[in-house]
């Protein structure tokens, strides 16, 4: 599986962005998905993720109230929704990809896309 992750850019605080990551291959259906992000001298950390079915999600606390995950597997691709962004969400945001059940551990995923960097101007 190859990700391409996209969207991001320049905000203002308080505005909104949404982050697509595109997926190869014919399975996307059956990854669970995932959002993680690493600010500027700070380790990578998890942000949302998904279930291969999309009934489920999980997020991390300093987000669940303002970001949303969905994915369409028709169109093999997952959307990280960020709204009230704050300066703080600054960082780039990676998508992940993993067979095993979803979750907030790097370990339960496989496949890593590039990145989006996403600026939060306050």
């Known amino acids: 599986v190859q990700l391409q992750a996209s969207g991001g850019g320049l905000v203002q605080a308080g505005g909104s962005l949404r982050l697509p990551c595109a997926a190869s291959g014919r399975t996307f259906s059956r990854y669970a998905m995932a959002w993680f992000r690493q600010a500027p001298g700070k380790e990578q950390e998890f942000v949302a993720a998904i279930s291969w079915s999309g009934d489920a999600t999980y997020f991390a606390d300093s987000v669940k109230d303002r970001f949303a995950i969905s994915r369409d597997n028709a169109k093999n691709t997952v959307y990280l929704q960020m709204n009230r962004l704050k300066s703080e969400d600054t960082a780039v945001y990676y998508c992940?990809?993993?067979?095993?059940?979803?979750?907030?551990?790097?370990?339960?995923?496989?496949?890593w896309g590039q990145g989006t960097q996403v600026t939060v101007s306050s």
């Open positions: 992940a990809a993993g067979s095993a059940s979803y979750g907030s551990r790097r370990s339960n995923y496989d496949y």
